[in-house]
T-cell receptor, first 115, second 110 residues
Framework: ETGVTQTPRHLVMGMTNKKSLKCEQHLGHNAMYWYKQSAKKPLELMFVYSLEERVENNSVPSRFSPECPNSSHLFLHLHTLQPEDSALYLC??????????????FGSGTRLTVV | GESVGLHLPTLSVQEGDNSIINCAYSNSASDYFIWYKQESGKGPQFIIDIRSNMDKRQGQRVTVLLNKTVKHLSLQIAATQPGDSAVYFCAENMYDKVIFGPGTSLSVIP
């Protein structure tokens, strides 16, 4: 357990479904991230929340909708997805600011399959 | 554009041998570098980091070398074990923005 917990671990959904991915961090970090990992591609940054405000949105389609209700929780709401959205969705957290340099702590990811 | 890349997408090594995974980065303003290991079914996990004011850092069986002159980063794994089989990512950090490389898959042959 890394301190970042993602649920569910696996999700199969139809293109007309609505589902949500959940991420929770127990590390006291002040920033949280959603990444998409497709086969043989670099990690793709989707969204960044710092101090509960969305600070980055990397041109992600509107069928992906993030929510960060507090510094420990992050959601990714999914609706009307396409088969090409099938991937591993990774949540990460970090501590930013203060002059220190820290890496990211990742969760184990949600393996999403869109059918 | 700015990028972090890996020279070899796959690497196979014999158990007990040393492994070297390379990474090229293009952003000279990056001040912090990290290596991550991602095992099958898991998220990337921190292995070792190095700041730009250093050229070498050692951990347990792992060493990271940084050559800022040629913008090159490497991860050396000593006495590679089957449990080292994974995908390894390098990442560069600049102004709290992290850029990941595409990853190198390391396979350890028993």
């Amino acid at each position: 357990e890394t301190g970042v917990t993602q649920t569910p671990r696996h999700l199969v959904m139809g293109m007309t479904n609505k589902k949500s991915l959940k991420c929770e961090q127990h590390l006291g970090h002040n920033a949280m991230y959603w990444y998409k990992q497709s086969a043989k591609k670099p990690l793709e940054l989707m969204f960044v929340y710092s101090l509960e405000e969305r600070v980055e949105n990397n041109s992600v389609p509107s069928r992906f909708s993030p929510e960060c209700p507090n510094s420990s929780h992050l959601f990714l709401h999914l609706h009307t997805l396409q088969p090409e959205d099938s991937a591993l969705y990774l949540c990460a957290s970090s501590q930013v600011g203060g002059g220190d340099l820290y890496g990211y702590t990742f969760g184990s990811g949600t393996r999403l399959t869109v059918v | 554009g700015e990028s972090v890349g890996l020279h070899l997408p796959t690497l196979s090594v014999q158990e007990g041998d040393n492994s070297i995974i390379n990474c090229a980065y293009s952003n000279s303003a990056s001040d912090y570098f990290i290596w991550y290991k991602q095992e099958s079914g898991k998220g990337p996990q921190f292995i070792i980091d190095i700041r730009s004011n250093m050229d070498k850092r050692q951990g347990q069986r792992v060493t990271v070398l940084l050559n800022k002159t040629v913008k090159h980063l490497s991860l050396q794994i000593a006495a590679t074990q089957p449990g080292d089989s994974a995908v390894y990512f390098c990442a560069e950090n600049m102004y709290d923005k992290v850029i990941f490389g595409p990853g190198t898959s390391l396979s350890v042959i028993p």
